[in-house]
């Protein structure tokens, strides 16, 4: 079975600054697809970014990118110029290229504190 | 991505109550899923909701606790059953819906937020 794990059960970072939030996951197939999420105080879980295992290009979305590692099984995401409305929790997840939308596996998440 | 509507968003329950959570989705799906996520943790897939047949649930949840609903493309319940103080958690409502790039991705409702007493 696949594993998510998010090591930082809680990160902070200064507004305008620069943070990267660490996330390793345990599989044994090739082909899949990683996310993050972000969960404000509001609860509403918002996607962040996605990347797909094939793809060797780093996914970018304005100021969040991520660094893929497929080889080290490692997603990192990178908060860039970070800004008060980034605090939230953050989950990220996998989900195999085989498997429905409902073999979604969520890490413990990371909840980001940023520091005006 | 779907707009999704989920009801009451928070509630206080009194032990050994039921409670029937709502979730409107503003575009005709196939599936939807209905999440737990318990104080302080990640999220736990409960069921997936089929419209016309009876939901799927994942281990450890099961009909008599978690019944749900799903009359048509757009719209479920989930109803939580005799609750328990351990059945306080967040309960979100979702589906997949395009997203980056055109990719299906899972799209989550704002969650209904239970406290049991």
């Known amino acids: 079975a696949q594993t998510v794990t998010q090591s930082q059960p809680e990160m902070s970072v200064q507004e305008a600054e620069t943070v990267t939030l660490s996330c390793t996951y345990d599989?044994?197939?090739?082909?899949?697809?990683l996310f993050w999420y972000k969960q404000p105080p509001s609860r509403q879980m918002i996607l962040v970014i996605r990347q797909e295992a094939y793809k060797q290009q780093n996914a970018t979305e304005n100021r969040f990118s991520v660094n893929f590692q497929k080889a080290a099984k490692s997603f990192s995401l990178k908060i860039s110029d970070s800004q008060l409305g980034d605090a939230a929790m953050y989950f990220c997840a996998y989900r195999s290229s085989s498997g429905s939308a409902r073999q979604l596996t969520f890490g413990s998440g990371t909840q980001l504190t940023v520091l005006p | 991505s779907a707009v999704i509507s989920q009801k009451p968003s928070r509630d206080i329950c009194q032990r050994g109550t039921s409670l029937t959570i709502q979730c409107q989705v503003d575009s005709q799906v196939t599936m939807m899923f209905w999440y737990r996520q318990q104080p302080g943790q990640s999220l736990t897939l409960i069921a997936t909701?089929?419209?016309?047949?009876?939901?799927?649930?994942e281990s450890g949840f099961v009909i008599d606790k978690f019944p749900i609903s799903r009359p048509n493309l757009t719209f479920s319940t989930l109803t939580v059953s005799n609750m328990s103080p351990e059945d306080s958690s967040i309960y979100l409502c979702s589906v997949v819906s395009p997203g980056f790039s055109g990719a299906n991705v899972l799209t989550f409702g704002a969650g209904s937020r239970l406290t049991v007493l």
């Open positions: 599989t044994s197939e090739s082909d899949y697809y």
């Open positions: 909701a089929n419209q016309g047949s009876e939901a799927t649930y």
